[in-house]
């Protein structure tokens, strides 16, 4: 058997660590490299929040409103902005800072029946005409006997919308308020700041006493504070940073359940029942359904879950109680065009109209002397 010459294991030896060396090397170089454009990205990408990339949603509701140190926000009392949500598309506020076409406040009519609509953008009317939104609709269907105050808000709570109708329904004198919630209005109260970068107050129940903190609310957030606010730089971070995404797994969340806010929504719904009812004022309350709410299982689910959770609690306080989704049956997200072409899928036109119908049709059978439709 030949002997391996004594010189070539050296040499063998060194070869291997040469490999080896070389594969540490390109392995190590290949990390650097991928660092580095990590790094890259995330500059990138942190610039693009300011610039043109992901950036804080901005509402059009911002051109007619104004920071309130109790509320959040109202609407600027008489403003009237042309095609705010395209051709044709305008809105004004009154001088008694709600969406509408006549002042309330100074014109009270005897003969007619005047009614509150109570909600958020999707009462307000977001991206319609004023002449589209459900209260204008259900007050053109009642006729001259009929008078409807749209007092809807972009991003109220279930909360915000019981301070705004405490302040303003000994000016407005309303002879009924309904309440028209969505789901989305009960889950609003497990935050302190609205994606529109406005504070809201802090509403609490505790051993069934409701509770509002964050009063005066704090001054809107300035963009960059907005984007801290909502999620968009820790999202960055996350995509791009190992360690960050540790971290977040290791923190945990503070959230707050949405059994918590629907059961602190409850409470707020009962002090505004005997909040109504100690001025004589009938009160009914409505939920509807957003585009995902009609069309895809989960948010069905949850939809109907609250709703549950609505009735058993109206039928306790005697308050009439409608559930609008089944008004919507048959509907299709592909024919129907029933939402808005744009990022909250607010009610089109039609949408309005298929509100109006069921209310027109549903609230003079639960509140004395409302008017019947008009043909």
Known sequence: MREQPKDEEPARRSGL???VFAVAATTLGLMLLEGLASFVWLGVDLAGLWTGGARVIELSEERHCQYDEEIGWVHKPNS?????????????????????????????????FRTICLGDSFTMGYGVDDRDTFP??????????????????????VGQCYLWLKRLSFSLQPDAIVCVFIVED?????????????????????????????????????????????????????????LIRTIGRIIPSSSISSEDV???????????????????????????????????????ANYQSVSSVLAEFTARYEIPFLDVRPMFKGASPETEHLFLDEAFHHYSPKGNRIVADALIDWLPRVINDFPNAVD
């Open 262 to 300: 629907l059961a602190t929504g409850v409470v707020i719904i009962r002090e505004l029942t005997q909040f109504c009812r100690e001025q004589g004022i009938p009160i009914t309350l409505v939920l509807t359904p957003t585009e995902p709410e009609l069309f895809y299982a989960p948010s069905i």
């Open 186 to 242: 009960f889950n609003r109260l497990g935050v302190d700041v609205a994606q529109n970068g406005y504070a809201t107050p802090r509403f609490t129940e505790l051993g069934g006493t409701l509770r509002v903190e964050n009063i005066p609310v704090p001054p809107r957030l300035n963009p960059g504070a907005l984007l801290l606010q909502q999620g968009e730089v820790s999202n960055v971070l996350s995509k791009h940073s190992s």
């Open 80 to 112: 009237m902005i042309s095609d705010l949500y395209g051709p044709g598309c305008s809105i004004t506020i009154n001088q008694d800072g709600v969406r509408g076409l006549e002042n309330y406040a100074d014109n009270r009519p005897e003969e007619v």
């Open 136 to 157: 204008q609709m259900l007050d053109d269907r009642g006729g001259d006997l009929l008078q409807v105050v749209n007092m809807g808000q972009g991003g109220y709570s």
């Open 17 to 19: 660590r040469m490999a």
